[in-house]
């Protein structure tokens, strides 16, 4: 039997109907079936997902080997047996709801075997508006330091990877995190790989946001991942020995992993279970948030940080009501420094340094924060129709110290109407026409950031507008082209201003059908 060139392995619990389109990309691959091995692990399904494997495997015998089990509780356990069953020179991972375009695993080995690859990493876009970073996606490079570039921040296990490098580190998935059990897989291999690749130049991985939302991973609750968390920086930590190397890629985790255990969504916890987060949380940042990582965060993530390290949980909580419930705290100028005034700068009883708080080299960003007043829909006709959006600035002198000031959805800009100053703060008024942002998002949909862009003391700053405290989604549908598309204003799980903007498909009209959530807008 002739060696396949790739093994694609896909772990599968209750997918349907997703699983149908992700095996059909599969097999319709043009790398051709001969050259190709499908490894599904059924992992307990019962959703008929098992009996559609099942069918692929009937009418695709060459090709496809199912394997059934009993549900083990994450998608470890289901890859760690596709691992063990994978007979390809490569191995490529594949959520089980998600999809490939159709040139993507010849695209992928092509290129392993022209540069000596041994992790490749194909330009992933997000599906029904779901978010993935794109900066490690910029160009196409033969060669990427996971040290020295963007590679921390997409560290999902949906890459081509050399099996020899695998089995020669015996490289598996651990078990006991039902949620996250990618990173230290994928982290590893990276490391250990003696080439890494990055291709841009083609939509290689579909990664579909569920309308259904059943993911593990959208279910998670904070217990779990905070336990995610700890895993993942000790096990960096473990791997990498202490400097900027491990810096670099424990940045990706406090920022993200780390940060979103406290985010405002913290405010509705148990109380009990709020003081279990913060301990887990300071624990961590007095082990491994060096110096070097805190300069190089979000002050917001910064002092949130700042506040489960050095404070009790009623400072933590202060701090995220800060921006929840009571808006942008003042700017505290000393001399030449600038500093963010949240509960606790120069509290005594704290001690906390300054630098946790300090913005003197982002104060550009810093007037660039507003909190969302209101947001509508304006318009007739698909072509004049615009989101206007109105926020507020606790500085009267907004305008007086800022050249320029734009409100955007993400990199669609918009108009600014109106900048008007009072004894409280400033009103900023914008409008952003709905026909750039659908031009500019991508065909499955995508959710973008609502964003001030202010020009300040010689440097441009940008921040996105703090969402409603009690946010009501808003909805329009506009034709854009052939096709219609509905809009979605929200704050999302950071407490951020977005619009979503995705095509008006049968299967999203049914979902929101069954979610009886209805259209508006005007």
């Known amino acids: 039997m002739i060696q396949p060139d790739v093994t694609v392995i896909v772990a599968v619990y209750n997918t349907m109907p997703y699983l149908t389109t992700c095996l059909n990309s599969l097999i319709d691959q043009t790398i051709g079936r001969e050259r190709l091995e499908i490894v599904a692990v059924d992992d307990g399904s019962t959703d008929g997902s098992g009996r559609e494997l099942d069918r692929f495997a009937r009418r695709y015998p060459d090709t496809v080997k199912v394997i059934h089990q009993a549900n083990s509780g994450g998608p470890a356990a289901p890859s760690n047996r596709g691992l063990e069953h994978a007979t390809g020179r490569y191995v490529f991972f594949i959520g089980a709801d998600d999809y490939l375009g159709p040139e993507a695993l010849e695209r992928l080995v092509t290129a392993a075997d022209r540069y000596g690859s041994d992790v490749v990493l194909g330009r992933t876009v997000g599906v029904n508006s779901r978010y993935i970073h794109q900066a490690v996606f910029a160009t196409t490079e033969p060669d990427v330091d996971l040290f020295d570039s963007a590679l921390p921040w997409s560290l999902s296990n949906t890459k081509l990877f050399r099996r020899e490098l695998i089995e020669r580190h015996g490289l598996r998935y651990p078990e006991d995190m039902p949620v996250g059990s990618d990173q230290p897989f994928t982290i590893e291999a990276c490391v250990r790989a003696g080439r890494i690749s990055v291709l841009a130049d083609y939509d290689y991985y579909y990664a579909v946001r569920r309308l259904n939302a059943r993911n593990i991973t959208y279910k998670s609750r904070h217990l779990e991942r905070l336990r995610c968390a700890e895993e993942i920086v000790r096990f960096v930590a473990g791997l990498v020995e202490p400097g900027r190397r491990r810096d670099a890629v424990l940045l990706r985790h406090f920022t993200w992993e780390v940060a979103k255990l406290l985010e405002d969504d913290f405010l509705q916890l148990e109380r009990d279970v709020q003081e279990q987060v913060r301990l887990g949380v300071r624990e961590l940042a007095e082990q491994y948030l060096t110096d070097g990582i805190r300069d190089r965060l979000p002050v917001e993530v910064r002092v949130r940080l700042a506040a489960a390290r050095y404070g009790d949980l009623d400072d933590l909580l202060a701090v995220i ?5 009571e808006g942008i705290p003042p700017a505290v100028v000393d001399g030449e420094r600038w500093y963010a005034g949240y509960p606790g700068f120069r509290e005594p009883r704290l001690a906390i340094p300054d630098p946790w708080f300090e913005i003197t080299g982002t104060v550009a960003d810093w007037l660039a924060r507003l909190d969302t007043v209101s947001v509508a829909f304006e318009g007739g006709r698909a072509g004049a129709r615009a989101l206007l959006v109105t926020a507020r600035s606790p500085r009267p002198d907004l305008a007086a110290v800022a050249a320029d000031i734009v409100i955007s959805a993400g990199d669609a800009p918009g108009t600014t109407i109106a900048v008007d100053p009072d004894a409280t703060g400033t ?21 973008r950031t609502i964003q001030a862009q202010v020009s300040a003391f010689g440097a441009t700053g940008a921040a996105a507008l703090r969402g409603s405290r009690r946010p009501v989604p808003l909805r329009t549908v506009v034709r854009h082209g052939a096709r219609l598309h509905v809009l979605t204003t929200t704050t999302n799980h950071k407490g951020q201003l977005v619009i979503a903007a995705a095509p008006l498909t049968p299967r999203r009209l049914m979902a929101r059908l069954q979610r009886r959530l209805p259209l508006g807008g005007k």
């Open 427 to 447: 009103t900023v008024r914008g409008r952003i026409p709905l026909d750039r942002v659908l031009a500019a998002a991508a065909p499955g949909g995508e959710r």
């Open 321 to 325: 009501r800060q921006d929840a419930e």
